[in-house]
């Protein structure tokens, strides 16, 4: 786990949950492809659950 700063665990979160909304909407025309999950994993194993948790509950409120 990588310790971060208040700013840079926001930004951090940010970007992951638009690369989240980026992968669904570039996916869209392929079945049953989608990146998000594993983005959502990669976060928490690498910065934590808890940001792991916030980018996975960001990309699904915003994306649905």
């Given at each position: ?6 700013t840079?665990?926001i930004?951090?979160i ?9 992968s669904n ?11 998000m ?5 990669i ?13 996975g509950?960001?990309s ?5």
């Amino acid at each position: 786990m990588i310790a971060l700063n208040q700013t840079k665990k926001i930004s951090v979160i940010v970007m992951m949950t638009a690369a989240c909304i980026g992968s669904n909407y570039a996916m869209l025309g392929v079945l049953n492809v989608k990146f998000m999950d594993v983005i959502v994993f990669i976060t928490g194993l690498a910065f934590g659950s808890s940001m792991g948790m916030a980018v996975g509950f960001l990309s699904w409120a915003i994306y649905g």
